[in-house]
């Protein structure tokens, strides 16, 4: 379990921490540890609809106060112009995350009023359960406050048809809405005006909204009983919601036994964290599995789906969610593409040139983990076929050349995708260094699965274009530099990340003093604890700091901040170069372990800051949490000891304290 005191529950941390659940469907409540929304798309209850990239605020918050003994004290707090009211983080003593939030609150002179924040799985709702512990009695107001819009526009005022219950109300305008309570709701309807979202404001957008209050419902609490709130999108019971919660409990507890017991790691609170935390990019949408790419703001994208899917499912031994994934990402290929993304619409768009090779890398992954190649054979075998057939041949986004490579269509399909007025920040033509680099490895992968599978034909065509590849990608080798080009026609110096991947590949296309050399290139110019830097800082391209508006953002975007994700590939090339080197590895990701307290509670997000080393961009990451989590458990198990060996090491040589004093973003 992860606890904040006092002391990390001010107003400055509630910019800095907060924290996020979901239901499984791609819906999610999400706000600050203090509760105070500092972000648009916080909210209780925010309902994912067709497509987890159509979210809609339902229910923003609540509005809580708490009588004890005749004495009154308010448990919310709000941003407003100018002013922060009510100051109810003044009496919040703790904050609590396990498999969800707990809010521990001052409750009278002796008492303790525990609040958590739970998601019925598979169901577009939120149990608040109260608990009063210390004190004989007391009174608890609640007053639901609801916004209506999608979770991408800006705030504005929207008005709601509310019909009151005997212990709460229901709404079906502008969207269906049911709140009921272990309590009184007395209708007095009203709004909040001016709410502000801090982070918002930093980053460019309106940040203000008016939220809609229908009433207030009176709870009144006895010593050790809990009552419940619950805001849900159709009608159900409290008791079958409890009842659910309870079931997802012990859910909980089977993932984490089932993850110790195939990892054979010892138990760890780092460990139970990422876990959970991966859990919460798994959705279900009727009879398809996917993983959300992060919260609050992003739905399903195809590549960041694929690249965290090792660590996400077979890290964590869910094998049959690994074969539900892959089979719906089998069932969207198109011209040997894969999705880049999922729209609002559920419509797949294909926009990304390296999104089918990080599937085939995916598939290696699946039977080195599992050795069930007759599911591949059976059910994915064709799309992988069709994949080196049409990036041979070409398609929209890619085709292999005479020299063996590569080459997109698109300078901006590759994952370095931002854009600024239409036009692509980082423009990547040509070929690309780690599209190529997986060309290679998968390629050798299909020789030998096509081998297995008794197709010498095609075995023989794989390794022929395994060959070429590997002939013509000594031609990404700077020999000035001792590195590898970032892209070839046009020839692209800049030292970026990507080439760490021509050295983590399962198979390599370079030789061991190369591997060698590009490892020590990135690690003195882009390796922080947190990640690798998109550029090098001496390049006259580099961005110090990712903040300001949209455009100032994209600019960073790529061009200097810190990626988590990449540390994995990071990882795999020192244990390639470094065999058994488990330990070191472990060392170079302690920052993490004081990371899963800022930011997203027991996750990781997007990116990292370089100057400050905060965590910006999205909260909470799939392949962040799922990268982190694949490499920490692969090395823990090689060592196989009941803690991390911190042991000094010539490349990094700075104790624990001092790591995580420089990289863990607290100032």
Same mark, same amino acid.
């Given at each position: 379990?992860?606890?904040?005191?006092?002391?990390?529950?001010?107003?400055?941390?509630?910019?800095?921490?907060?924290?996020?659940?979901?239901?499984?469907?791609?819906?999610?409540?999400?706000?600050?540890?203090?509760?105070?929304?500092?972000?648009?798309?916080?909210?209780?209850?925010?309902?994912?609809?067709?497509?987890?990239?159509?979210?809609?605020?339902?229910?923003?918050?609540?509005?809580?106060?708490?009588?004890?003994?005749?004495?009154?004290?308010?448990?919310?707090?709000?941003?407003?112009?100018?002013?922060?009211?009510?100051?109810?983080?003044?009496?919040?003593?703790?904050?609590?995350?396990?498999?969800?939030?707990?809010?521990?609150?001052?409750?009278?002179?002796?008492?303790?009023?525990?609040?958590?924040?739970?998601?019925?799985?598979?169901?577009?709702?939120?149990?608040?359960?109260?608990?009063?512990?210390?004190?004989?009695?007391?009174?608890?107001?609640?007053?639901?406050?609801?916004?209506?819009?999608?979770?991408?526009?800006?705030?504005?005022?929207?008005?709601?048809?509310?019909?009151?219950?005997?212990?709460?109300?229901?709404?079906?305008?502008?969207?269906?809405?049911?709140?009921?309570?272990?309590?009184?709701?007395?209708?007095?309807?009203?709004?909040?005006?001016?709410?502000?979202?801090?982070?918002?404001?930093?980053?460019?957008?309106?940040?203000?909204?008016?939220?809609?209050?229908?009433?207030?419902?009176?709870?009144?609490?006895?010593?050790?009983?809990?009552?419940?709130?619950?805001?849900?999108?159709?009608?159900?019971?409290?008791?079958?919601?409890?009842?659910?919660?309870?079931?997802?409990?012990?859910?909980?507890?089977?993932?984490?036994?089932?993850?110790?017991?195939?990892?054979?790691?010892?138990?760890?609170?780092?460990?139970?964290?990422?876990?959970?935390?991966?859990?919460?990019?798994?959705?279900?949408?009727?009879?398809?599995?996917?993983?959300?790419?992060?919260?609050?703001?992003?739905?399903?994208?195809?590549?960041?789906?694929?690249?965290?899917?090792?660590?996400?499912?077979?890290?964590?031994?869910?094998?049959?969610?690994?074969?539900?994934?892959?089979?719906?990402?089998?069932?969207?290929?198109?011209?040997?593409?894969?999705?880049?993304?999922?729209?609002?619409?559920?419509?797949?768009?294909?926009?990304?040139?390296?999104?089918?090779?990080?599937?085939?890398?995916?598939?290696?992954?699946?039977?080195?983990?599992?050795?069930?190649?007759?599911?591949?054979?059976? @059910? /994915?075998?064709?799309?992988?076929?069709?994949?080196? $057939?049409? +990036?041979?041949?070409? !398609?929209?986004? *890619?085709? %292999?050349?005479?020299?063996?490579?590569?080459?997109?269509?698109?300078?901006?399909?590759?994952?370095?995708?931002?854009?600024?007025?239409?036009?692509?920040?980082?423009?990547?033509?040509?070929?690309?260094?780690?599209?190529?680099?997986?060309?290679?490895? @998968? /390629?050798?992968?299909?020789?030998?699965?096509?081998? $297995?599978? +008794?197709?010498?034909? !095609?075995?023989? *065509?794989? %390794?022929?274009?395994?060959?070429?590849?590997?002939?013509?990608?000594?031609?990404?080798?700077?020999?000035?530099?001792?590195?590898?080009?970032?892209?070839?026609?046009?020839?692209?110096?800049?030292?970026?990340?990507?080439?760490?991947?021509?050295?983590?590949?399962?198979?390599?296309?370079?030789?061991?003093?190369?591997?060698?050399?590009?490892?020590?290139?990135?690690?003195?110019?882009?390796?922080?604890?947190?990640?690798?830097?998109?550029?090098?800082?001496?390049?006259?391209?580099?961005?110090?700091?990712?903040?300001?508006?949209?455009?100032?953002?994209?600019?960073?975007?790529?061009?200097?901040?810190?990626?988590?994700?990449?540390?994995?590939?990071?990882?795999?090339?020192?244990?390639?170069?470094?065999?058994?080197?488990?330990?070191?590895?472990?060392?170079?990701?302690?920052?993490?372990?004081?990371?899963?307290?800022?930011?997203?509670?027991?996750?990781?997000?997007?990116?990292?800051?370089?100057?400050?080393?905060?965590?910006?961009?999205?909260?909470?990451?799939?392949?962040?949490?799922?990268?982190?989590?694949?490499?920490?458990?692969?090395?823990?198990?090689?060592?196989?000891?009941?803690?991390?060996?911190?042991?000094?090491?010539?490349?990094?040589?700075?104790?624990?304290?001092?790591?995580?004093?420089?990289?863990?973003?607290?100032?």
């Amino acid at each position: 379990m992860i606890s904040l005191s006092l002391s990390e529950l001010s107003l400055e941390g509630a910019l800095l921490r907060e924290w996020a659940v979901s239901n499984g469907l791609g819906s999610y409540a999400s706000s600050s540890v203090i509760g105070m929304n500092t972000r648009k798309y916080h909210g209780l209850l925010v309902a994912a609809k067709s497509s987890p990239a159509q979210r809609v605020v339902l229910l923003s918050k609540y509005e809580e106060g708490l009588e004890v003994n005749g004495e009154w004290a308010d448990l919310s707090t709000n941003s407003y112009p100018d002013a922060v009211h009510p100051k109810g983080y003044m009496n919040l003593m703790e904050f609590r995350y396990d498999y969800a939030p707990t809010f521990v609150y001052k409750a009278g002179e002796h008492g303790m009023l525990l609040k958590r924040v739970c998601m019925v799985r598979k169901k577009n709702a939120t149990l608040t359960s109260y608990t009063l512990m210390g004190e004989e009695s007391a009174t608890l107001k609640v007053s639901p406050l609801l916004s209506g819009r999608n979770a991408h526009a800006d705030g504005g005022r929207i008005g709601w048809n509310a019909i009151a219950d005997a212990n709460g109300f229901h709404a079906a305008k502008p969207h269906s809405i049911y709140v009921r309570a272990n309590g009184k709701f007395s209708k007095d309807e009203k709004f909040y005006y001016n709410m502000q979202y801090e982070h918002e404001k930093e980053r460019g957008y309106a940040h203000s909204e008016d939220l809609y209050c229908p009433g207030t419902i009176t709870i009144r609490l006895e010593k050790g009983r809990i009552a419940h709130v619950l805001a849900s999108t159709s009608e159900m019971g409290i008791e079958f919601a409890a009842d659910a919660i309870a079931k997802e409990h012990a859910r909980d507890a089977q993932m984490l036994k089932l993850y110790y017991e195939k990892s054979g790691i010892a138990k760890n609170d780092f460990a139970d964290a990422l876990v959970r935390a991966a859990d919460t990019f798994v959705f279900h949408a009727g009879s398809e599995y996917g993983i959300v790419a992060g919260y609050p703001w992003f739905g399903e994208w195809g590549r960041d789906a694929l690249v965290s899917l090792e660590g996400i499912c077979l890290s964590s031994g869910r094998y049959g969610l690994a074969r539900k994934v892959l089979l719906r990402y089998a069932e969207l290929a198109k011209d040997g593409q894969i999705p880049n993304f999922i729209d609002e619409k559920g419509v797949a768009q294909y926009t990304s040139a390296d999104a089918a090779m990080w599937f085939l890398n995916a598939v290696h992954a699946y039977c080195a983990h599992t050795q069930d190649y007759e599911f591949v054979r059976k @059910n /994915l075998w064709e799309t992988c076929k069709d994949i080196v $057939r049409c +990036s041979i041949r070409g !398609n929209g986004l *890619v085709h %292999m050349n005479d020299d063996g490579l590569l080459k997109v269509r698109d300078g901006g399909s590759t994952w370095m995708d931002a854009k600024v007025d239409g036009k692509a920040v980082t423009p990547r033509f040509g070929k690309p260094v780690e599209l190529n680099s997986l060309w290679y490895s @998968n /390629l050798v992968v299909m020789t030998g699965l096509a081998e $297995r599978f +008794s197709e010498n034909k !095609n075995a023989s *065509v794989y %390794m022929e274009a395994a060959h070429a590849c590997r002939e013509s990608f000594a031609r990404y080798w700077n020999t000035e530099a001792e590195c590898l080009y970032d892209t070839l026609e046009p020839c692209s110096v800049q030292v970026r990340p990507n080439q760490i991947f021509a050295v983590s590949v399962p198979f390599s296309p370079l030789n061991e003093l190369q591997q060698r050399m590009v490892l020590s290139s990135v690690r003195t110019q882009l390796f922080t604890p947190l990640g690798l830097r998109t550029l090098s800082a001496e390049d006259k391209q580099f961005v110090a700091s990712y903040c300001g508006n949209q455009k100032e953002r994209d600019l960073a975007y790529h061009n200097g901040a810190i990626w988590p994700f990449l540390l994995g590939a990071f990882a795999d090339a020192h244990l390639k170069v470094f065999p058994n080197s488990e330990s070191t590895v472990l060392r170079m990701m302690m920052g993490f372990d004081a990371q899963i307290k800022i930011g997203c509670v027991g996750s990781i997000g997007e990116i990292f800051d370089n100057k400050t080393h905060a965590p910006v961009g999205a909260a909470s990451q799939a392949w962040s949490v799922g990268e982190i989590l694949r490499v920490y458990t692969k090395c823990r198990k090689a060592t196989a000891t009941d803690a991390p060996s911190w042991k000094a090491s010539p490349l990094f040589e700075k104790s624990k304290a001092q790591m995580i004093q420089k990289w863990s973003g607290m100032r």
